[in-house]
């Protein structure tokens, strides 16, 4: 099993950075255009609720489709909530967003259980390029809410 966390601070209140991060429809804006984000289940841009299904189409390396089908199995309003892949490129996939109040806006928490799947040799192609592949994707997302909120000062 992997763990990957990563953190950011943003200048907006816990109100502001919730009512973004749990609208399944940022999903797709904090997403690089490359991975060609789709949500295609009907209710998936509808609010988070414990239980919610969402079906969302990827392009893994910017060209191999892929489907992930997650779901919300904990909401902590406006705290935290869990989305768990039930089928997926992975082989376990569980990713908690944590928001936190901190002086001065919102610190964003992305914390991530997973594991690449075929055994040994997803632990290797972890290793090789899925590291690097994972910090790129949350890399693409820091920029972006920079740019969509500001810089923390």
């Given at each position: 099993m992997h763990h990957f966390q990563t953190t950011q601070d943003l200048p907006v209140s816990l109100d502001q950075a919730w009512d973004f991060f749990s609208d399944p429809a940022n999903l797709i804006v904090l997403t690089h255009p490359k991975m060609d984000v789709w949500m295609e289940s009907e209710n998936g841009l509808t609010p988070i609720f414990p239980g919610?299904?969402?079906?969302?189409?990827?392009k893994l390396f910017g060209y191999i489709p892929s489907s992930f089908l997650s779901e919300i199995t904990?909401?902590?309003?406006?705290?935290?909530f869990i989305d768990t892949q039930l089928k997926g490129p992975f082989g376990y996939w569980q990713h908690?967003?944590?928001l936190t109040t901190i002086d001065g806006g919102t610190r964003v928490t992305d914390d991530?259980?997973?594991k690449f799947p075929m055994g040994p040799l997803g632990v290797l192609a972890y290793n090789?390029?899925?590291?690097?592949?994972?910090?790129g994707i949350f890399d693409y997302r820091h920029m972006?809410?920079?740019k969509k909120f500001g810089k923390f000062k």
């Open positions: 919610k299904i969402l079906k969302i189409r990827i904990e909401v902590k309003a406006p705290h935290y908690k967003h944590l991530v259980k997973f090789i390029f899925g590291k690097q592949y994972l910090k972006f809410l920079k």
